[in-house]
């Protein structure tokens, strides 16, 4: 009896266990979601705060790059700049988000020029983001670009550095929960756009960028040169089938057009200006 007892009311927990897993189950998915919640980045005003801050020019901080050799957010200035934040420890969004950028840089590249921009990946979680760590990510996503450096600031500077980026982080129990986005810094230093996601595309960077690079060298000393770099970047148009820039071949055609019919012009002014002095002189 004490063993057929001892049976009855095993069986009956084993039931009431069962009968109350979906209720535990329920239980732990509203706490991991409210821990979720608790610890998760407030999407809206991460918003305002990337948004706040176009227009505006981050201060000069002082970082070390791979070689850990100190380097000024100064020194990037003169050109088109793309910086995005990044923590060598993250194992999935980080990395995905980086090939992405990777790629679009490539097809920028290929259409604007080798040596047109430059990009910064800043590691914001330190004092663990090492020059040491932030080579071996850019060894595993393959960042092989010479004027692509990943900078290691001072632990102290990072919440001042995010501010100035309009770049915002939450520490979560899984790593960090921050904002997607690279910014677009003019080459005077100030932010000109905010592109957000984890799969950027060429052409969501590659417009406001080709913008910076046509007003960039429009207001430099012409030089044929630059002009062909000019006509180059203006007769570029992104193709979403590959995914890169090709050749505008419509635009060179209206660009030659309009070069011709100015030329036309400039030389039906100087006839007429000729036959009409002609016609004085012999009167």
């Known amino acids: 009896m004490a063993a057929g ?10 039931v009431l266990a069962i009968a109350g897993w979906p209720s535990i189950l329920a239980a732990q998915q509203a706490v991991t979601e409210t821990e979720a ?3 998760g980045l407030d999407q809206e005003a991460a918003v305002r705060a990337s948004q ?8 000069d901080y002082t970082m070390l790059d791979r070689a850990g050799e100190p380097v000024r957010l100064a020194q990037y200035r003169g050109k088109p700049l793309l910086v995005n934040f990044v923590y060598s420890g993250c194992f999935k969004v980080c990395p995905t988000s980086s090939r992405a950028l990777r790629k679009a840089v490539d097809a920028m590249r290929e259409r604007f020029g080798v040596d047109q921009f430059q990009v910064l990946s800043i590691g914001f979680n330190q004092p663990e983001d090492t020059p040491l760590a932030l080579r071996s990510f850019a060894a595993q996503q393959r960042i092989d670009d010479p ?10 500077d990072v919440p001042a550095l995010a501010r100035d980026f309009g770049f915002s982080y939450v520490a979560t129990p899984a790593g960090f929960d921050h904002t997607l986005q690279v910014s677009i810094v003019d080459a005077a230093g100030r932010i000109h756009a905010q592109v957000y996601g984890d799969a950027f595309a060429a052409d969501s960077l590659g417009e406001p960028l080709r913008q910076l690079l046509t007003g960039a060298l429009a207001a430099a000393p012409v030089s044929f040169a630059d002009l062909v770099d000019k006509v180059r970047i203006l007769c570029s148009v992104y193709d979403p089938v590959t995914g890169k820039y090709r050749v505008n071949y419509a635009m060179y055609i209206e660009i030659a057009g309009g070069i011709s019919f100015i030329l036309f012009m400039i030389a039906f002014v100087i006839s007429e200006w000729r036959a009409r002095r002609a016609l004085r002189l012999r009167a």
């Open 5 to 14: 007892a001892t049976k009855a009311v095993l069986v009956s927990v084993l």
């Open 37 to 39: 919640r608790a610890f």
């Open 52 to 59: 706040g801050v176009i227009g505006q020019s981050p201060s």
């Open 147 to 156: 004027n692509w450096e990943l900078l290691s600031p001072r632990a102290g």
